[in-house]
């Protein structure tokens, strides 16, 4: 067990919406552990008062660019030299230099936790003077890390090759939670397209709107707030498909399951263009799984390999219109692999549980701390 270590883990977002983290640090924290949550403060950051752990903000001068960069490292290495703890975990490289530079000044052991591969993200792609500081940070900092581990397997072995360390896999698994909804069968539910997640760029939702133009029997439900929604609601308006399209905006994590429950497709896109993404495993890939809701997701080799054993999910090949329309008319005539990719759901979500990514977590620690 854990019992009355310190651990301390750092983001660089404002805590509220991290599912991940919020997980992780339950997780630790039930295993006996003092978990200590940083990250920053906006001037609308609501109220964070998560039970089992603390959460910190950090307020920066800077929102945005290599400036907010630089403040907010500066800010957490002086946070974390004035603070005992046992760990110290950087979630992506951007707090990965004021995490290395702190253990200089102190004994405890440091984490690495890549929630994506960052140098591979699409913001980077077209920018090589910013990927090159983000490429010289990683060499810099990951290999001197005492504990290293990413969201999937594919990631894992890349980052083990460019890095020549060790990396271990935590999967992005939702626990099964919030309120015990009663299971409308898959048949017995409305034409409802459902996306969960960022509304942001690169995740197809352009070409989700205007397949809907061509779908007139469904509906396209939006759980979510991002960067593009008002270009979203702008198109959707354009298309004259405000009866067919819903903006449910940020989703509550107990609230998902009942909403999951009525729909038909969930969907899951992320366009060619980044390493990071053609390896990515989403944490709302297993919601849909947990809540027996067949989806829609690229032909992307994470997906391929839980696909392969549980066939839960279409593969498409493409963003595009055209290919949504054509994989959604095909489950409108041949209703009866709705049913089945529904009940392989069901027996994927036995297999995939954050109780065992939880107890794989916890055991990494112990034997840090051993």
């Not at 440091?110 to 929630?115: G, L, P």
């Not at 594919?154 to 939670?177: C, G, T, W």
């Not at 999910?313 to 049913?339: G, W, Y």
Request: aromatic content about 10%; proline content about 5%; charged content about 25%.
């Amino acid at each position: 067990m854990l019992n009355n270590k310190r651990i301390i883990l750092t983001v660089t977002n404002d805590l509220t919406h991290d599912r991940r983290m919020f997980r992780i640090c339950s997780s630790l924290s039930e295993a006996g552990a003092e978990v200590i949550l940083i990250g920053r403060r906006w001037k609308d950051s609501k109220s964070f008062s998560p039970p089992g752990f603390k959460g910190v903000r950090l307020k920066c001068i800077f929102n945005k660019g290599p400036l907010f960069y630089i403040e907010y490292n500066k800010r957490l290495f002086f946070h974390l030299v004035t603070h005992k703890y046992d760990v110290v975990c950087a979630c992506d490289l951007d707090t990965a230099l004021s995490v290395r530079w702190a253990s200089f000044f102190n004994a405890g052991k440091t984490v690495y936790d890549a929630h994506e591969f960052f140098t591979e993200v699409p913001e980077l792609t077209g920018r090589p003077a910013i990927k090159r500081i983000w490429e010289w940070i990683g060499r810099a900092t990951i290999p001197h890390f005492n504990l290293r581990y990413t969201v999937g397997n594919e990631l894992a072995s890349l980052m083990r090759k460019k890095y020549s360390v060790d990396f271990q896999v935590i999967r992005n698994i939702a626990p099964h939670q919030g309120k015990q909804v009663e299971n409308i069968p898959i048949e017995n539910r409305k034409k409802i397209l459902l996306y969960q997640g960022a509304l942001n760029v690169g995740r197809g939702l352009e070409d989700c709107i205007k397949s809907i133009s061509m779908l007139p029997e469904w509906e396209f439900w939006l759980a979510g707030e991002g960067d593009i929604t008002d270009q979203l609601k702008d198109l959707t308006e354009k298309l004259n498909l405000k009866q067919q399209i819903k903006f449910l905006g940020w989703v509550h994590p107990d609230n998902l399951p009942g909403l999951m429950n009525q729909a038909k497709l969930g969907i899951n896109m992320r366009e060619t263009g980044s390493l990071n993404d053609f390896y990515s495993l989403p944490n709302k890939f297993f919601d849909c799984i947990h809540a027996g809701l067949p989806s829609i997701n690229m032909n992307y080799p994470e997906y391929k390999t839980v696909n392969d054993k549980y066939p839960c999910s279409i593969l498409i090949d493409e963003v595009s219109p055209e290919s949504i329309v054509n994989t959604i008319q095909h489950i409108d005539q041949h209703p009866e692999e709705l049913i089945r990719m529904s009940k392989a759901c069901i027996d994927a979500a036995k297999e995939f549980t954050w109780e065992k990514e939880s107890a794989k977590l916890v055991k990494l620690y112990e034997n840090l701390l051993d």
